[in-house]
């Protein structure tokens, strides 16, 4: 599991490439949760990857939107969003909230809106 937090798949700058490896550790974050399986600045930085991921929620024709939908049901299913309070990352919860806000629209499925409500009323 140590590859997924190599500093340079972490800082990756394309943002494709973000969500790709948002993806995978969104799904290894669902195989282990309630535990998180590295230190707080680790998960800090897995969390603020996947938090990155909803970013461009808005861009339903970007060929990383899937994946990006895919998080989202998955830290709504898995509640993995919990393990953010418990990790005090207030600001990412925040910044995830702005995110959002600003990118629901009514084209949306009612799948999105129901992962972000689940999300926001779970923290």
Known sequence: MKE???KDLLGHTNMDMKVSIASCLGEITRIIVPDAPY???I???????IVAAFKNLDEMLSRSFPKRVSI??????VRSC??????DFDDLILEMFQYFLKTITSKHSDTIFSSMETIMTLV
């Open 4 to 6: 997924f937090i190599a």
């Open 39 to 41: 230190d707080d600045d």
């Open 43 to 49: 998960m800090k930085e897995i969390f603020g990857l």
């Open 72 to 77: 989202l049901e998955i830290v709504a299913k």
């Open 82 to 87: 919990v393990l953010m309070l418990d990790l």
